[in-house]
Protein backbone atom coordinates (compact mmCIF):
# COMPACT_ATOMS: atom_id res chain seq x y z
CA UNK A 1 0.00 0.00 0.00
CA UNK A 2 1.18 3.56 -0.89
CA UNK A 3 2.28 5.27 2.14
CA UNK A 4 2.92 8.37 0.93
CA UNK A 5 0.39 10.13 -1.61
CA UNK A 6 1.06 13.22 -4.02
CA UNK A 7 -1.70 13.47 -5.87
CA UNK A 8 -0.94 16.12 -8.33
CA UNK A 9 1.35 15.15 -10.50
CA UNK A 10 2.11 18.40 -12.23
CA UNK A 11 1.37 22.05 -10.45
CA UNK A 12 1.34 25.81 -12.36
CA UNK A 13 2.16 28.74 -10.58
CA UNK A 14 2.60 32.86 -11.17
CA UNK A 15 5.89 34.33 -9.94
CA UNK A 16 5.27 35.84 -6.79
CA UNK A 17 2.06 33.80 -5.97
CA UNK A 18 1.91 31.19 -3.50
CA UNK A 19 1.28 27.40 -4.02
CA UNK A 20 0.31 24.37 -1.98
CA UNK A 21 1.60 21.29 -3.06
CA UNK A 22 -0.58 18.05 -1.49
CA UNK A 23 0.90 15.40 0.53
CA UNK A 24 -1.24 12.25 2.36
CA UNK A 25 0.34 9.49 4.34
CA UNK A 26 -0.27 6.77 5.93
CA UNK A 27 1.20 5.22 9.05
CA UNK A 28 0.08 2.89 12.06
CA UNK A 29 3.38 4.18 13.94
CA UNK A 30 2.83 7.02 16.49
CA UNK A 31 6.44 8.26 15.70
CA UNK A 32 7.16 9.34 12.53
CA UNK A 33 8.97 11.92 10.48
CA UNK A 34 7.51 14.21 7.12
CA UNK A 35 10.16 15.57 4.97
CA UNK A 36 9.99 17.64 2.09
CA UNK A 37 12.29 17.45 -0.86
CA UNK A 38 12.89 19.53 -3.98
CA UNK A 39 14.60 18.06 -6.90
CA UNK A 40 16.21 19.99 -9.85
CA UNK A 41 16.76 18.65 -13.11
CA UNK A 42 19.92 17.75 -12.26
CA UNK A 43 18.48 15.36 -9.74
CA UNK A 44 19.94 16.10 -6.46
CA UNK A 45 17.60 16.21 -3.59
CA UNK A 46 17.66 19.45 -1.77
CA UNK A 47 15.95 19.45 2.02
CA UNK A 48 13.54 21.81 2.32
CA UNK A 49 11.47 21.45 5.74
CA UNK A 50 11.08 18.56 8.53
CA UNK A 51 7.82 18.04 10.86
CA UNK A 52 8.11 15.30 13.41
CA UNK A 53 4.90 13.47 14.36
CA UNK A 54 4.86 15.14 17.85
CA UNK A 55 5.66 18.53 17.18
CA UNK A 56 3.18 21.09 18.21
CA UNK A 57 3.78 24.03 15.58
CA UNK A 58 3.82 23.50 12.08
CA UNK A 59 7.53 23.76 10.49
CA UNK A 60 8.46 26.80 8.58
CA UNK A 61 11.65 27.84 7.03
CA UNK A 62 11.96 30.63 5.04
CA UNK A 63 9.18 30.70 2.14
CA UNK A 64 7.98 27.15 2.96
CA UNK A 65 6.18 26.27 5.75
CA UNK A 66 4.52 22.46 6.22
CA UNK A 67 0.58 22.64 6.68
CA UNK A 68 0.38 19.60 9.46
CA UNK A 69 -3.09 18.21 10.01
CA UNK A 70 -2.36 15.54 11.80
CA UNK A 71 -5.72 13.85 12.40
CA UNK A 72 -6.52 13.74 8.30
CA UNK A 73 -2.99 12.86 7.86
CA UNK A 74 -1.76 15.53 5.70
CA UNK A 75 1.29 17.22 5.39
CA UNK A 76 0.81 20.27 2.57
CA UNK A 77 3.95 22.40 1.31
CA UNK A 78 3.16 26.13 0.85
CA UNK A 79 5.94 27.49 -1.09
CA UNK A 80 4.98 31.70 -0.54
CA UNK A 81 6.18 34.40 -2.94
CA UNK A 82 7.23 31.62 -5.87
CA UNK A 83 10.19 32.19 -7.63
CA UNK A 84 11.09 31.13 -11.02
CA UNK A 85 14.22 28.73 -9.61
CA UNK A 86 11.23 27.25 -7.64
CA UNK A 87 10.39 25.66 -10.87
CA UNK A 88 11.20 21.47 -9.78
CA UNK A 89 9.94 18.12 -8.92
CA UNK A 90 9.13 18.12 -5.02
CA UNK A 91 8.79 15.10 -3.17
CA UNK A 92 7.06 13.82 0.35
CA UNK A 93 8.44 11.84 2.07
CA UNK A 94 8.26 10.20 5.40
CA UNK A 95 10.83 8.27 8.25
CA UNK A 96 8.34 5.78 10.03
CA UNK A 97 9.38 5.72 13.73
CA UNK A 98 11.76 7.54 16.41
CA UNK A 99 13.86 9.76 14.72
CA UNK A 100 16.99 7.04 15.86
CA UNK A 101 14.93 4.17 13.98
CA UNK A 102 17.48 3.78 11.16
CA UNK A 103 14.13 3.24 8.93
CA UNK A 104 14.58 4.49 4.80
CA UNK A 105 12.73 7.25 3.92
CA UNK A 106 9.39 6.27 2.11
CA UNK A 107 9.30 8.78 -1.26
CA UNK A 108 5.73 10.18 -3.05
CA UNK A 109 5.35 9.92 -6.42
CA UNK A 110 6.39 13.56 -6.71
CA UNK A 111 4.67 16.83 -8.07
CA UNK A 112 6.76 19.16 -10.87
CA UNK A 113 5.63 22.47 -10.29
CA UNK A 114 6.70 24.94 -13.17
CA UNK A 115 6.67 29.00 -12.36
CA UNK A 116 5.60 31.20 -15.10
CA UNK A 117 6.86 35.00 -15.10
CA UNK B 1 26.86 20.11 7.86
CA UNK B 2 26.97 16.13 6.65
CA UNK B 3 27.97 15.53 3.23
CA UNK B 4 28.04 12.31 1.00
CA UNK B 5 29.93 12.14 -2.13
CA UNK B 6 28.72 10.14 -5.09
CA UNK B 7 30.82 9.21 -7.94
CA UNK B 8 30.46 8.76 -11.03
CA UNK B 9 28.08 11.82 -11.82
CA UNK B 10 27.34 9.96 -15.14
CA UNK B 11 28.58 6.89 -16.46
CA UNK B 12 27.64 5.10 -19.91
CA UNK B 13 28.79 1.43 -20.31
CA UNK B 14 28.08 -1.41 -22.64
CA UNK B 15 25.71 -3.78 -22.18
CA UNK B 16 27.09 -6.92 -20.10
CA UNK B 17 29.57 -5.09 -18.71
CA UNK B 18 29.92 -4.07 -14.89
CA UNK B 19 29.41 -0.60 -13.38
CA UNK B 20 30.76 0.46 -10.01
CA UNK B 21 29.13 3.89 -7.76
CA UNK B 22 30.59 4.59 -4.93
CA UNK B 23 29.20 6.69 -2.05
CA UNK B 24 31.30 8.34 0.34
CA UNK B 25 30.48 9.80 3.77
CA UNK B 26 33.53 12.96 3.87
CA UNK B 27 32.90 14.44 7.47
CA UNK B 28 30.84 11.59 9.55
CA UNK B 29 30.80 8.12 9.83
CA UNK B 30 27.81 6.31 8.22
CA UNK B 31 26.55 3.11 9.78
CA UNK B 32 23.77 3.23 7.50
CA UNK B 33 23.55 3.99 3.47
CA UNK B 34 20.36 3.50 1.35
CA UNK B 35 20.50 2.87 -2.10
CA UNK B 36 17.38 3.89 -4.56
CA UNK B 37 17.18 3.76 -7.68
CA UNK B 38 14.64 6.50 -9.96
CA UNK B 39 13.02 5.65 -13.58
CA UNK B 40 12.67 9.53 -15.29
CA UNK B 41 9.65 11.44 -13.98
CA UNK B 42 9.26 8.63 -11.19
CA UNK B 43 9.44 8.64 -7.98
CA UNK B 44 12.42 7.06 -5.37
CA UNK B 45 12.76 3.58 -4.92
CA UNK B 46 14.40 1.95 -2.04
CA UNK B 47 16.90 -0.38 -3.60
CA UNK B 48 17.96 -1.77 -0.29
CA UNK B 49 19.58 -0.88 2.64
CA UNK B 50 23.38 -1.55 3.98
CA UNK B 51 24.83 -1.48 7.18
CA UNK B 52 28.69 -1.05 7.62
CA UNK B 53 30.16 -4.89 8.06
CA UNK B 54 27.02 -6.68 7.60
CA UNK B 55 25.07 -7.60 4.40
CA UNK B 56 22.56 -5.64 2.76
CA UNK B 57 19.25 -5.91 3.19
CA UNK B 58 17.46 -5.59 -0.30
CA UNK B 59 13.78 -4.65 -0.72
CA UNK B 60 11.13 -7.24 -2.58
CA UNK B 61 12.17 -7.25 -6.27
CA UNK B 62 15.68 -6.28 -6.29
CA UNK B 63 18.25 -9.12 -7.38
CA UNK B 64 21.02 -8.91 -4.76
CA UNK B 65 22.87 -11.09 -7.15
CA UNK B 66 23.07 -8.10 -9.63
CA UNK B 67 22.80 -5.43 -7.69
CA UNK B 68 25.97 -5.82 -5.52
CA UNK B 69 26.40 -3.75 -2.62
CA UNK B 70 29.56 -3.59 0.06
CA UNK B 71 29.63 -1.30 2.94
CA UNK B 72 33.05 -2.65 4.30
CA UNK B 73 33.54 1.00 6.16
CA UNK B 74 32.16 3.64 7.66
CA UNK B 75 32.95 6.12 5.19
CA UNK B 76 32.04 4.02 1.75
CA UNK B 77 29.41 1.98 0.53
CA UNK B 78 29.66 1.06 -3.06
CA UNK B 79 26.72 -0.42 -5.52
CA UNK B 80 27.83 -2.42 -8.27
CA UNK B 81 25.83 -3.04 -11.02
CA UNK B 82 26.57 -6.72 -12.84
CA UNK B 83 25.71 -7.66 -16.09
CA UNK B 84 24.44 -4.33 -16.98
CA UNK B 85 21.34 -4.34 -19.30
CA UNK B 86 19.55 -1.45 -21.47
CA UNK B 87 16.73 -1.40 -18.65
CA UNK B 88 19.06 -0.96 -15.95
CA UNK B 89 19.62 2.83 -17.31
CA UNK B 90 18.34 4.90 -14.65
CA UNK B 91 19.30 7.60 -11.66
CA UNK B 92 21.07 5.77 -8.58
CA UNK B 93 20.93 7.96 -5.80
CA UNK B 94 22.72 6.71 -2.03
CA UNK B 95 21.36 8.42 1.30
CA UNK B 96 23.28 8.32 4.48
CA UNK B 97 21.92 8.21 7.81
CA UNK B 98 23.62 11.24 9.60
CA UNK B 99 22.23 12.00 13.06
CA UNK B 100 24.60 14.81 13.37
CA UNK B 101 23.98 16.77 9.91
CA UNK B 102 21.53 18.91 8.33
CA UNK B 103 18.36 17.35 6.69
CA UNK B 104 17.33 15.82 10.30
CA UNK B 105 19.26 12.65 10.04
CA UNK B 106 19.29 11.79 6.20
CA UNK B 107 22.00 13.10 3.47
CA UNK B 108 21.74 12.56 -0.24
CA UNK B 109 24.59 11.74 -2.66
CA UNK B 110 24.40 13.76 -6.14
CA UNK B 111 23.16 10.80 -7.79
CA UNK B 112 24.49 8.84 -10.71
CA UNK B 113 23.01 8.89 -14.41
CA UNK B 114 23.75 5.68 -15.64
CA UNK B 115 22.83 4.85 -19.54
CA UNK B 116 23.51 1.03 -20.64
CA UNK B 117 23.63 0.69 -24.67
Known amino acids: AQKITQTQPGMFVQEKEAVTLDCTYD???????LFWYKQPSSGEMIFLIYQGSYDQQNATEGRYSLNFQKARKSANLVISASQLGDSAMYFCAMREGHSNSGYALNFGKGTSLLVTP | GAVVSQHPSRVICKSGTSVKIECRSLDFQATTMFWYRQFPKQSLMLMATSNEGSKATYEQGVEKDKFLINHASLTLSTLTVTSAHPEDSSFYIC?????????????FGSGTRLTVV
Open chain 2, 95 to 107: SARAPEGGGYGYT
Open chain 1, 27 to 33: TSDPSYG
